[in-house]
């Protein structure tokens, strides 16, 4: 049996007409197909928490990123596909200014998280990371207990409190739905945590600080089918109190967990869109060829 | 077909790189199994316990005692009535008689000690003092080749002949031949008498009273200056003999004494009782300075009552026997080398080197031999506290050498051990911080332009011979570290509080240029800080001496301490051994705080950790086992050590954990003394086993680590 059909789809809400008058007088999506059936109405009208503007990288002389221009709105799930090497992992990682590390990186443009411009100078680049979660392709637990991994967070922020790190802990292994699965082994090693555990520990790890915006890259690609079926239920729960950008090589799970999707090709955006319009109607022949499996 | 053809030799060179690889590492393990079991085939038999051997019964008509040669091949009885008999030991047969000296028949005769000196008073009542030898022609081994020969002093006349002669020393030469006077213990009916008289007999001797129980057992020491008493009330008296006879000491015994000797050396008093104790006294002077008898060694017991002693003439053992049975016993080490029960003896004799040792009862002899290298070696004289003879308390004691014959080797390891954990700990002490600090450094905030300099650079530091760093330690550094011993202490601190105190301001230039001129960089900064240090410790250094120690930091620590400055220290020492150190340390912690998977670093960045907090909360601890395996092999390292320690401390085996003196470690030991040890000698293999024991310690350090070092590698497989 494919696992695949069988995973939960976001209930399809119709848009109602007159509902957008009620909430904040934002633009809807130019374009947007009103007969289509959208994963969450207030999606297309919430104000943006991410917007990138045009952001150039370069690997040394290599660019890497062209001119991306993306706007990921609050409580919203935002998907990056395109094939390999197109620099999905790369954009993901400048939103959290992670491409520091990387030595040769050279980066111009802004990413404004709310107000914020994070490439400013003078930026607190701690003080920024502790906003934006991130969740890698390969789980990486700390080689501590669950709930150090958990704690880690807020005990380098300086929390001390026994019992306000217990309860976050608790919170975030709620959110991350693993908290029946080791409530009782909160002291014992992390590392003996089965490989979805692990990734659904990395993601409690990064909800425990309370984060605006959850990067995630490929986190369901080490996963199998039942573990990337929690993972996936994980985001649709998460929406709800966090932004969420995720880059998945599956159009399927693109298509079942986000609202928008960006495609990229070569280090350029080359459609975004709500995600049923990219998977039912893209604009871009390429786009349509991609998701097709005509290439990539 | 030339595929298959490549194939096929493909396969027969991996087949012979694998035997080659394969037999090469066999080789090596055998090879380092060699050298493991020759080293311990060199020292183990010094905890083999003594050989003895029971030769066959010899029928010998008793005398005055007995004296055996070297080899115990031949056997002398002094017999009052026909002088001194020579006998073949191997069956008895008599080889000649030695009627020269004293005239026959003698009245009276002490025993012949292991020397064969004895005294004897001859039928005109002159008393002679003699010595039994043989005249060997060089390389001559069997006893008919040999001649026998008493030489006998011209015999000084006795006024009134005593009814018991007891003790015959010569007052000059500590012995009882070669010197001009002759002092006398015997006793007759009234008591104790003494006298002396010059020996080529020119005066008669006067006798004096010793106003001693007539019936106690009496001794001279080996000066002749003193008497010791044995008394039947169980009391063991010293005696000055000068003018008049004046009692120094006493002390009280277990039980009636039976027996009085001397082990070699004659500073140690044997004292046997009534019911078998055996104990050594020694002189000391107490606090008041006044003389005392020390009872220091005591000795498993005889089953019957102990009858005499004689001791060898080449370590500090010694027969003790009695009507019931014979012990040999070694003085220091209180060990039992051989025991021999036994049924109505009536003598005793110990041949010089202490290998034989004759038994007499009636008209019968028993011979043995004992095989006995290393009696003073017992495992509690190599790590116990040892009292030594003219020491006033037990203690670890290593001195393997020194001037005199009758000087005893001291060879406790303790200070050694001691001195190898000493050096070890001050160069760790130094090496570690730097080291491991180093690496978190080098792997975690250099940029690799820096990092691909620093680690080659470092690395060649190993290479570095320790000879070089023991002389540069020894002979620059030492002389430099005394005279400026404040400047090296404060050096330190002063780098410490300038960091301190520049960080504030290096956080209010701007972030773009700190992030240029800083991050990855800072390594670069330490130089001027450093010589900003350097400058600040020569300011400071002087007032500090002069406002803290009195101007002068040598007569404050002796004052104010109690503690003396010795130029080769603890501190350069380490600081050598240090450097000596540090690159392993650094290369391997390097190695596993670099291998600290990147996912595990984004992560903790991730979350909002800053670099320092990310290396110090995820870095360090992931890599901890890896450091940790780093540590032990720079212990090994530190252990094994010789040349730097060798060169750059006095040598000195003291235990003693103070920085401002040396010490003297296993393997400088084994460098320093190599040319000392006699080949198969006691101090050779005492050599062997310090060497054993560094070998099994840096073995076991060096797999624990690798141990350590493998279950890391499978840890971080999953990353
Ligand atoms: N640290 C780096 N240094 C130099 N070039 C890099 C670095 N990281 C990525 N690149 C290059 O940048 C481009 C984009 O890489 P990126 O990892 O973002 O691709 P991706 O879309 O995430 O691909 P994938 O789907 O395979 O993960 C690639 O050509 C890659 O070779
Ligand atoms: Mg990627």
């Given at each position: 049996m494919d696992p695949e059909t069988h995973l939960p789809l976001p209930e399809p809400v119709v848009l109602g007409g007159g509902r957008d008058e009620a909430l904040p007088a934002v633009q809807p999506l130019e374009g947007k197909p009103a007969s289509l059936p959208l994963t969450d109405t207030a999606a297309l009208v919430a104000p943006p928490a991410l917007e990138v503007e045009r952001l150039n990288l370069w690997y040394g002389a290599k660019q890497a990123l062209f001119d991306i221009d993306l706007q990921v709105r609050k409580n919203t799930v935002m998907s990056l596909i395109g094939p390999s090497g197109c620099g999905k992992s790369t954009l993901l990682r400048s939103l959290n200014r992670m491409n520091d590390l990387v030595d040769s990186v050279r980066i111009e443009g802004s990413v404004r998280l709310g107000s914020e411009d994070l490439y400013a100078p003078g930026v607190d680049v701690i003080e920024l990371r502790k906003r934006m979660g991130m969740v890698f392709q390969k789980s990486n637990p700390f080689p501590k207990s669950i709930f150090e991994n958990v704690a880690y967070g807020l005990r380098v922020q300086g929390e001390k409190d026994r019992l306000t790190l217990e309860e976050a802990v608790e919170t975030s292994l709620k959110g991350a739905g693993l908290w029946e699965e080791v409530k009782d082994r909160l002291k014992?090693?992390?590392?003996?945590?089965?490989?979805?555990?692990?990734?659904?520990?990395?993601?409690?790890?990064?909800?425990?600080?309370?984060?605006?915006?959850?990067?995630?890259?490929?986190?369901?690609?080490?996963?199998?089918?039942?573990?990337?079926?929690?993972?996936?239920?994980?985001?649709?729960?998460?929406?709800?109190?966090?932004?969420?950008?995720?880059?998945?090589?599956?159009?399927?799970q693109a298509a079942r967990v986000s609202d928008f999707t960006a495609f990229f090709w070569l280090g350029k955006v080359v459609e975004t869109d709500l995600t049923e319009k990219i998977f039912t109607n893209p604009t871009n022949r390429m786009t349509e060829d991609y998701i097709t499996g005509r290439f990539g | 077909m030339s595929s298959t053809a490549t194939r096929n030799l493909a396969k027969r060179v991996d087949r012979f790189m694998a035997a080659l690889i394969t037999g090469g590492g066999l080789l090596i393990i055998l090879a380092v199994l060699g050298i493991l079991f020759f080293i311990a085939k060199e020292a183990l038999p010094l905890f083999f316990p003594a050989r003895t051997q029971t030769l066959a019964i010899v029928n010998l008509e008793p005398g005055k005692g007995l004296w055996a040669d070297d080899s115990a091949k031949t056997v002398m009885i002094p017999d009052p009535a026909k002088g001194v008999r020579v006998h073949l030991a191997q069956d008895g047969r008599l080889l000649d008689t030695l009627t020269s000296g004293p005239t026959l028949p003698w009245k009276l005769s002490t025993s012949p000690d292991s020397r064969g000196h004895l005294a004897v008073v001859g039928a005109d009542g002159r008393l002679h003092a003699g010595e039994l030898k043989w005249a060997k022609p060089p390389g001559a081994q069997d006893p008919s080749q040999w001649t026998p020969e008493v030489e006998w002093t011209s015999g000084v006349s006795l006024p009134v002949a005593p009814s018991e002669l007891l003790d015959v020393r010569s007052l000059e030469a500590g012995g009882l031949m070669g010197g001009k006077v002759l002092r006398v213990l015997a006793r007759n009916p009234t008591g104790l008498i003494w006298g002396e008289a010059p020996a080529e007999g020119t005066e008669p001797l006067q006798w004096k009273a010793l106003p001693a129980p007539a019936d106690a057992l009496a001794l001279l020491s080996p000066d002749g200056q003193h008497a010791y008493i044995g008394t039947r009330d169980a009391r063991v008296q010293d005696w000055a003999l000068a003018g008049e006879a004046s009692l120094s000491t006493e002390q009280t015994f277990t039980e009636p004494v039976t027996a009085l000797g001397f082990a070699l050396g004659g500073s140690s008093l044997l004292v046997g009782g009534e019911k078998g104790s055996i104990w050594a006294y020694q002189q000391v002077r107490d606090e008041q300075d006044t003389k005392a008898l020390q009872p220091f060694h005591r000795f498993l017991s005889l089953d019957g009552p102990v009858r005499g002693f004689q001791h060898g003439l080449r370590d500090k053992r010694f027969l003790a026997w009695g009507p019931t049975g014979a012990g040999i016993l070694h003085l220091t080490s209180e060990r039992q080398l051989m025991r021999i029960t036994g049924d109505r003896i009536e003598g005793a004799a110990l041949s010089a080197r202490g290998d034989h040792i004759l038994l007499q009862d009636g008209n019968r002899v028993r011979p043995f031999i004992l095989d006995a290298p290393h009696p003073e070696i017992s495992w509690k004289t190599l790590w116990g506290r040892v009292h030594y003879e003219g020491y006033k308390e037990a203690d670890h004691t290593w001195q393997s050498t020194g001037g005199g014959d009758d000087f005893e080797p001291k060879l406790s390891l303790l200070p050694l051990l001691f001195g190898t954990l000493k050096g070890t700990f001050y160069a760790l002490l130094f090496a570690v911080p730097i080291a491991i600090l180093g690496a978190l450094y080098t792997s975690q905030f250099a940029t690799p332009g820096l990092k691909s300099r620093i680690k080659p650079t470092i690395e060649i530091m190993a290479a570095l011979p320790s000879v070089v760093l023991g002389f540069l330690a020894g002979l620059v550094m030492a002389p430099?570290?005394?005279?400026?011993?404040?400047?090296?202490?404060?050096?330190?601190?002063?780098?410490?509080?300038?960091?301190?105190?520049?960080?504030?301001?290096w956080s209010k230039f701007p972030a773009s240029w700190r992030r240029i001129w800083g991050e990855g960089r800072e390594a670069l900064w330490m130089i001027p800080l450093l010589l900003g240090a350097l400058a600040l410790t020569y300011l400071l250094a002087p007032s500090i001496e002069k406002a803290f120690m009195g101007g002068n930091y040598r007569t404050w620590l002796q004052e104010a301490w109690g503690v003396r400055y010795d130029q080769r220290n603890s501190l350069v020492v380490g600081f050598a051994m240090g450097f000596a150190v540090i690159p392993i340390i650094f290369t391997i912690s390097e190695d596993a705080l670099s291998s600290v998977p990147r996912s595990l670093t984004s992560a903790s960045l991730a979350c909002g950790a800053s670099p320092w907090q990310t290396a110090w909360r995820v870095v360090l601890p992931t890599g901890s086992p890896g450091i940790f395996s780093a540590v032990m092999v720079g212990v090994g390292r530190a252990i094994g050590e010789t040349m730097i320690v060798l060169m750059a401390t006095g040598n000195t085996p003291i235990l003693d954990w103070g920085p401002f003196n040396g010490m003297r470690t296993l393997s400088a030991n084994i460098a320093v003394e190599i040319p000392e040890a006699p080949h198969h000698g006691t101090l050779y293999r005492i050599l062997f086993l310090a060497a054993l024991l560094l070998f099994i310690l840096t073995f076991s350090l060096n797999t624990i680590a690798e141990l350590v070092r493998q279950h890391l590698r499978k840890k971080y497989e999953s990353y």
């Open positions: 014992e090693s992390a590392l003996g945590l089965s490989g979805g555990q692990q990734q659904r520990l990395c993601i409690a790890r990064a909800l425990a600080v309370r984060p605006e915006v959850l990067l995630m890259d490929e986190p369901c690609s080490a996963l199998d089918p039942i573990a990337t079926a929690r993972v996936e239920e994980l985001i649709f729960e998460l929406k709800k109190e966090f932004t969420i950008v995720i880059v998945t090589h599956s159009m399927q | 430099l570290f005394e005279q400026a011993a404040v400047h090296v202490l404060v050096f330190p601190l002063a780098a410490v509080l300038l960091g301190l105190a520049i960080l504030p301001i």
